[in-house]
């Protein structure tokens, strides 16, 4: 178990980020604190990504003409990263002016008083 | 010319939503128009792909020319032709019930045309990740366009529906992740040969779970669905019209592709359990819907939960994997887009004309407005699955592929099912037409004239509660009767006759799917 931790120690963190993000999705009553939750769990699978690709003594994929100079990390987990994040980016970006408009509407971010006050 | 027609598919929509921005900078109420022209060139294009796919049976392109493993594949097949068609065909006909629905704002527009280009996008993808970044592209426009009225509610709901959505799609994502750091690839063909060999491997069984609950939480399967009732109802009608009948539709073709190309029915000879697994799952979600349907008084909710159910009747014939029930689920697949997107454009016209929004409202409006609560009560009969429509044949097909497979307790659920929609469908019926005339109804005003399909002009309803409307009509859930035009109608009708009109069309589908059917 330590052994594993000590070696894997990436994919470990991988998990509680996950779990940390999906908690405060679930249990935290403000509406931004859970697009923070949202963004901490979509950060944890891009550490997995980046942990996955990461080769020990690995250079970036650049191959001189004459080739060889390996081992090379393989580029494209990066790149599913880069994307990945770009989407997050544009997702948070919505998420946030739907939380601006609730609070112009209901005047508040609290996710209980807001069904409160949209229920009567 | 074949060759440029996949990515034309997805890129002409993605560029022209452009468009409506621009033009708001000098005009206003003009991005109809070029959706209406970008939705007329993709239904052409959309027809030039079924065509090619019906002669050669399946289209590919390579992007870029970097061929598999490291580029990423368009590919067009049987599968994911009657998918194309359906999508260019709902969005052109959504679009002539938006024309007098709203809202007009140019913005709306271009999250429309984005819709569209995710959702082709979805459907043509032969490469995993690729599939990712459209779901999300699919997901961002829809949570845009659920809040396009501006309303709080609407906006809680979308909220609601980006932090489920986008939690899904991550869990798509992690799955993907595990498929690629166990093969090194992520193109579906690719991943097919690659994953061969080590099916009971914990990393591909994991991949495999995570994709799956990933896609159910897009598809809205019970008991991941809790967004969707709320996104339904509070989105604008011509915006649940659009996302009823497409968004949910093309996830739980992903789900069907994923099963099918990706894990293929190897997969679940080798790990019966993960069949089980998704066969409980829908089962579940089969009669939870159909029950949660069956209590509901609010139609649009009503018609949501229905969703959930139909939803997992195709998640069932996608996992049942012999080829009378995949058959059965691209039927059904197809024919619940049209019948929900029938029935929620139906839905609008009953609110815009006469304000009814509950089943109680619908009393004995099948005299007042004759034409819609007749294609009502078509569609209704159909998503019941009377024969001869659409609805029929699908839950046929399944059924009867679950009796071939040995998985009786399927056709119990589905026949349970159809009982329960009965239920809900005849409540309806019976309200629209034998409700006692006597009974005092929250639109009981004097606009009989409201009439006919062309009603342009409702008549003067006695509102009890007029619903101040702030930002200039653009919010189609105020109560107040608003305009109805002949193209709202003519939608609504159109998807009752095509949805009769394709139970006929067995035999096109299997000439479709007899490339990819297991």
């Known amino acids: 178990m330590i052994d594993l931790l000590a070696s894997r120690w990436a994919y470990a963190a991988f998990v509680v980020l996950m779990v940390v993000g999906l908690y405060m999705m679930i249990a935290s009553p403000n509406l931004v604190k859970k697009v923070i939750g949202l963004n901490v769990f979509q950060s944890a699978v891009f550490l997995f990504f980046i942990a996955a690709a990461y080769v020990v003594g690995g250079s970036p994929a650049i191959v001189p003409p004459d080739g060889g100079g390996g081992p090379y990390v393989s580029p494209l987990p990066h790149v599913i990263v880069l994307t990945a994040i770009v989407v997050g980016v544009s997702l948070t970006a919505v998420a946030l002016a739907l939380v601006v408009r609730i609070h112009d509407e209901y005047g508040t971010v609290d996710e209980a008083v807001v069904e409160e006050v949209a229920d009567d | ?518």
């Open chain 2, 1 to 518: 010319m074949t060759d440029v027609l996949l990515p034309l598919l997805v890129a002409v929509p993605v560029l022209a939503a452009v468009a409506p921005l621009l033009l708001s900078l000098r005009t206003t109420e003009t991005g109809w128009y070029v959706a209406a022209v970008t939705c007329a060139v993709e239904a052409t294009l959309a027809a030039a792909v079924v065509r090619a796919v019906s002669l050669d049976g399946a289209v590919r392109h390579v992007v870029g020319g970097y061929e598999r493993p490291y580029g990423i594949e368009l590919v067009a097949d049987g599968l994911s032709a009657p998918v194309v068609a359906l999508v260019a065909v709902v969005a052109l006909g959504v679009l002539a019930f938006a024309y007098t629905a709203g809202p007009r704002r140019n913005s709306f527009y271009s999250a429309y045309l984005l819709l569209v280009g995710g959702l082709m996008g979805v459907t043509v993808t032969g490469d995993l990740f690729n599939m990712f970044v459209f779901l999300e592209i699919t997901g961002l426009a829809t949570y845009a366009l659920v809040a396009a009225d501006r309303s709080g509610r609407s906006a809680v709901a979308a909220l609601k529906y980006l932090i489920l959505g986008t939690t899904g799609a991550s869990l798509f994502l992690i799955g993907v992740g595990y498929a690629f750091v166990e093969t090194g690839t992520l193109n579906m063909v690719d991943l097919a040969d690659r994953l061969a060999g080590g099916y009971g491997d914990r990393t591909v069984l994991a991949s495999f779970g995570f994709i799956l609950v990933g896609l159910g939480l897009k598809t809205a399967v019970f008991p991941l669905h809790t967004w969707q009732p709320d996104a339904y109802t509070y989105a604008p009608d011509t915006v649940t019209t659009f996302i009823s009948a497409l968004v949910s539709t093309v996830a739980a073709y992903a789900v069907g592709r994923v099963i099918l190309t990706v894990f293929t029915p190897a997969f679940f000879e080798a790990v019966p359990a993960a069949r089980t697994a998704v066969l409980v799952f829908a089962a579940v979600s089969i009669l939870a819907g159909s029950a949660l349907a069956a209590v509901q008084s609010e139609i649009k909710r009503l018609l949501a939960y229905s969703s959930v159910s139909q939803f997992g009747l195709v998640v069932a014939g996608f996992a049942l994997v012999t080829p009378d029930a995949v058959l059965g689920a691209v039927i059904h697949l197809v024919g619940h887009g049209l019948m929900k997107g029938g029935l929620f454009a139906a839905a609008g016209v009953m609110a815009a004309r006469h304000g009814a929004r509950t089943v109680g409202d619908y009393a004995r409006l099948g005299y007042r407005s004759p034409v819609v609560a007749g294609a009502v009560g078509v569609l209704g009969v159909v998503l019941v699955g009377v024969p001869p429509s659409v609805g029929f044949l699908g839950k046929w097909y399944i059924a009867v592929g679950a009796v071939r497979a040995g998985a009786w307790p399927i056709a119990v659920v589905v026949f349970l099912s159809t009982l329960l929609t009965l239920s809900y469908v005849a409540r309806l019926l019976e309200r629209l037409y034998f409700a006692g005339s006597t009974e005092p109804t929250v639109a009981a005003g004097a606009d009989a004239d409201a009439d006919a399909g062309t009603g342009a002009e409702a008549g003067v309803d006695v509102d009890p509660d007029p619903d101040p409307v702030a930002d200039g009509g653009d919010r189609p859930d105020s109560r107040a009767p608003a305009a109805v035009s002949t193209g709202m109608v003519a939608v609504v009708v159109a998807a009752a006759v095509v949805a009769v009109a394709l139970g006929f069309a067995t035999a096109a589908f299997e000439t479709f799917l007899g490339g990819v059917l297991p």
